[in-house]
């Protein structure tokens, strides 16, 4: 009913940026709280960040001032734009989203994830 597709995943260089790009489609209401997550290889997801409905946004301590959440409502699209990274941020890259179907019933979404890759 409802899908969350990510795109803009790649390979980039130290230093460089990428846009991760996360598009809703289906049975939508309302989009509320968005958010991107990320899993390093072996390791477990961490939360990147997050945006609620009226755009109060948090970040991860290891992304602060580097990346940046953002969504056009009217286009069901949540983006993230990453900036100056690092080798660590190599990692699969989620979207999430708290999706209200009809005006009484929310769910949680996830997207199918986008490998970014960062060489040294």
């Known amino acids: 009913q409802v899908q969350l597709v990510e795109s803009g995943g790649g390979l980039v260089q130290a230093g460089g940026s990428l846009r991760l790009t996360c598009v809703a489609s289906?049975?939508?209401?309302?989009?509320?709280?968005v958010g991107w997550y990320r899993q390093p290889p072996g390791k477990q997801r961490e939360l990147i960040a997050t945006?609620?409905?009226?755009?109060?946004?948090t970040y991860g301590e290891l992304v602060k001032g580097r990346f940046t959440i953002s969504r056009d409502n009217a286009k069901s699209t949540v983006f993230l734009q990453m900036n100056s990274l690092k080798p660590d941020d190599t990692a699969v890259y989620y979207c999430n989203a708290h999706i209200m179907t009809d005006e009484r019933f929310q769910y949680s979404y996830w997207g199918q994830g986008t490998q970014v890759t960062v060489s040294s």
């Open positions: 289906g049975s939508i209401f309302r989009i509320n709280h």
């Open positions: 945006q609620t409905g009226d755009g109060t946004t």
